[in-house]
Structures are given as structure tokens and as C-alpha cells.
């Protein structure tokens, strides 16, 4: 990566997790929603950044375009509710959450650093295919070595439509 | 600092903490649900990287089927939060403690 990649990365890496820290820090779910959309786009940089323009693109297009809108919707629909920043039912809940994400963290980064040389044997593969373009690239492969998982996602995403109307079915009937 | 594999695999890591403690800290389901969201597209940045250095495709497909996945997931758990709180008027995963509708 050269100079102005580097700048790039480290905008968008410190500018997601700061948004992170948004996420769960939020009061309201609105502003919850909108720092999780801020780091959704710069994920999307990051994979620009790591030759995956289809996938930023698919990034931007379901995750900050549908998904999000989806989650702004039902916020607005429900009503914003105040339940408290960061209530606790249990004793000590919060100080065991902050632990056990700590742990977790703190053992990711310790595997990691422990292995600094583990990604090796890179295969040249796909890489070279990328000079034709990454969409082609990724559709050659999708519909000659994925088929079976991509006809699997059709499925999954009609099982999820029937779940969805059904569920909002049977709320209709009760009411009617 | 040139950023190499590591940089992405760590920022994958706090973003996956992040997330872990939005769903362990938070009472509105809501907020859970985004927490859930940012988890996975931290293991999806890890993906990305692998599939990157690694030069090879199928860390992109895992990807893109992930985002399918969780799409699918967003549709159905958003109608579930709706239909709870049609029948309760308040959503507080504390309070949600009846297996009965």
C-alpha cells in the first residue's frame, strides 16, 4: 500500500471505530442507527481498499441502503423509547460486560500478534483475474464454484419472506 | 504505518468487542439487533483481508453470502420486535422473560 492508501485506512479505521463506540454508546436508538451507518461506509472504504469494489458496492447498497432504512423505519414506527443509558437488571451486569469484552478483545489481539507471519502461501489466483475487473472476477466464480451456496441463499431468502408475512399475518387476523 | 494484515485483523477485533458489548450492555433490542449488525461485518472485514492477501475468492463469496444471510436476518427479527411490541407497547429484552405470546 502506498502513502495516500495508508492515510485512507487509517481515516476510515479510526473514524469506525469511533462510530462503533457510538453504536453501543447512544442513548437513542436513532443516533444507534446512524453511527452503525457511518461505520457500515467505512467498512465499505476498507474493502475498497482491499481490492473488493463489488463488495463495497454491495456494502453501500444493502447494508446503508436497505438494511438501514429497514432499521430507521421500525425506530420511527415503534417510537423512540427511553430505557436508560445502559440500565442494569443484574448486579454488576455492566462492569461483566465491559470484562468479557475486554477478555475478548484482548485475546483476539493476542492471537494475532502471536502470529504475524501466518498469512503466507498466498495462491496468485484470484488476484491476477482481478486485472479484468473485480465483478467479472467475482461472477466467474460465484456461478462455477458457488452455485450450490448461492441457490442456498435463494432459499433462505424465500423461507425469511414467508417468515415475515407470516408474522405479520397472524398480528392482522387477532386484530380484525 | 503502512497498514498490513494485522492492522485490518485487529480492527476487525475491536469492532467485534464493540459489538459483543452493545449486546451484553444494552436493554433495548433495537440497539442489540445494530450490535449484532456490527459484529458481523467485522468477521466480514476479516474475510475481505483474507480473501485479499491470501489472493484468493472465497473470503469475498463467504462475504457475499453473509450480507445475504443477514439481510434475511434483519427482515425476520425486525417483524419479531414489531409484533412484540404490538401485543406489549414497551420493548425491554429484560422484561421479555414469557415463553407465552
Known amino acids: 500500500m502506498n502513502g495516500v492508501e495508508s492515510v485512507v485506512f487509517w481515516i476510515a479505521a479510526i473514524s469506525a471505530v469511533v462510530s462503533g463506540i457510538g453504536v453501543v ?27 473488493a469494489q463489488f463488495i463495497a458496492a454491495a456494502q453501500i447498497l444493502i447494508y446503508a441502503g436497505a438494511v438501514m432504512v429497514l432499521f430507521l423505519f421500525v425506530i420511527t414506527l415503534l417510537g423512540v423509547q427511553d430505557l436508560g443509558f445502559m440500565g442494569q437488571h443484574l448486579p454488576g451486569q455492566r462492569v461483566l460486560s465491559v470484562l468479557f469484552a475486554g477478555v475478548l478483545l484482548l485475546g483476539v489481539v493476542f492471537f494475532v500478534a502471536q502470529s504475524p507471519h501466518a498469512i503466507t502461501g498466498a495462491r496468485a489466483g484470484f488476484n491476477a483475474q482481478l486485472d479484468r475487473g473485480n465483478v467479472e472476477a467475482f461472477g466467474s466464480q460465484l456461478f462455477t464454484v458457488f452455485v450450490f451456496p448461492f441457490e442456498a441463499t435463494t432459499l433462505l431468502l424465500i423461507v425469511a419472506m414467508i417468515g415475515a408475512v407470516a408474522l405479520g399475518r397472524r398480528r392482522g387476523r387477532q386484530q380484525s | ?16 468487542s464493540l459489538g459483543t458489548l452493545g449486546v451484553l450492555v444494552r436493554r433495548d433490542p433495537l440497539i442489540m439487533f445494530m450490535s449484532i449488525e456490527l459484529m458481523l461485518n467485522s468477521v466480514n472485514l476479516t474475510f475481505v483481508t483474507f480473501s485479499h492477501y491470501l489472493s484468493s475468492a472465497d ?42 405470546g
Not at chain 2, 69 to 93: K, N, P, Y
Open chain 2, 59 to 100: 473470503g469475498q463469496m463467504f462475504v457475499f453470502i453473509i450480507i445475504t444471510v443477514a439481510a434475511a436476518e434483519v427482515v425476520v427479527g425486525l417483524a419479531l420486535i414489531v409484533s412484540i411490541f404490538q401485543t406489549r407497547h414497551a420493548v425491554d429484552v429484560d422484561e421479555l422473560d414469557e415463553m407465552r
Open chain 1, 25 to 51: 454508546t447512544a442513548r437513542s436508538a436513532i443516533y444507534s442507527a446512524l453511527s452503525l451507518i457511518v461505520t457500515l461506509a467505512q467498512l465499505a472504504v476498507l474493502y475498497l481498499l482491499l481490492n
Open chain 2, 1 to 16: 504505518m503502512t497498514p498490513g494484515p494485522e492492522h485490518f485483523l485487529v480492527l476487525s477485533a475491536i469492532l467485534f
